[in-house]
């Protein structure tokens, strides 16, 4: 590693480090502790408790899954599927604990086929890592598939048509907790909820799943110098990860 690549990577820790004290995060889990004591936190981890499946469900819901992602990148059912690049149905561990809802994918989501990997994605990224998580061990979906354009809010008859998918997802990874971000994934899961400040920071139920209410990401880049934004962001994942406490 040359002189210029190390203090890229001092700036991106310092960017990331600057981000935790604006959210108000009083501790960090440093990776890089020794191996046995990663087993000791991978067992304490919330996230990562097995749910017990043997072999023979493993591969069912494995085949569930597989389905559900070739429905989704096939489908034609709102008129959205015209302006896509391709659809982004969701990633993370299929067995989360902990889900993230957001509302649709925006252009860079759009052309890579994943989901929250923008700007706004590495706020979120960086919100899961404050948390102490990493994005591979918590699921990352939103409600509506494709880039409604010019990323406007989708309708009411899109959020209908593209419905089935996030229910299944949520049905098949069965989360403890889910996080709605913003007013999109709050209408859909909360349906009745009035504003955001109504509603924020104080948890609902989905089909039993409590489900905690926040800011999309999004809003927290539109309002970056904000902290007291970011605060009470970090506020409602403190209440979320008391939830997932073993
Ligand atoms: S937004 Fe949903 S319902 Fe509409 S075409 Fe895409 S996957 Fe299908």
Redesign the pocket.
């Known amino acids: 590693m040359n002189g210029e690549d190390r203090f890229e990577d001092l700036e991106k820790i310092r960017e990331r480090l600057e981000f935790f004290r604006d959210l108000g995060v009083e501790f960090l889990i440093i990776s890089g502790e020794p191996a046995r004591k990663q087993e000791e936190m991978k067992k304490d981890n919330p996230l990562l408790i097995s749910p017990g499946l043997n072999q023979s469900q493993e591969a069912d819901v494995q085949a569930e899954w597989d389905r559900l992602i070739r429905k989704?990148l096939t489908?034609?059912?709102?008129?959205?599927?015209r302006g896509?690049t391709q659809?982004v149905p969701g990633e993370g561990n299929r067995q989360a604990r902990l889900m993230f809802v957001g509302e649709?994918p925006g252009r860079d989501e759009d052309l890579q086929g994943r989901p929250f990997v923008g700007r706004a994605g590495q706020l979120l990224t960086k919100i899961i890592q404050a948390m102490g998580f990493s994005r591979e061990e918590v699921y990352i979906a939103n409600v509506?598939?494709?880039r409604p354009p010019e990323n406007r809010t989708?309708k009411p008859d899109?959020v209908k048509?593209?419905s089935p998918?996030l229910l299944r997802q949520i049905e098949l990874v069965k989360p403890k907790v889910i996080v709605a971000l913003g007013k999109v994934a709050v209408d859909f899961l909360l349906p009745g909820a009035r504003s955001m400040s109504e509603v924020r920071g104080k948890f609902g139920q989905f089909q039993g799943i409590p489900v905690m209410p926040t800011f999309h990401p999004s809003y927290l880049v539109r309002n970056e110098g904000n902290k007291e934004i970011k605060r009470m962001v970090w506020e409602d994942m403190k209440k979320v990860l008391q939830l997932l406490k073993p």
């Open positions: 989704i489908c034609q059912a709102c008129p959205l599927y896509r659809a649709a509506i598939k494709c989708p899109e048509a593209c998918f």
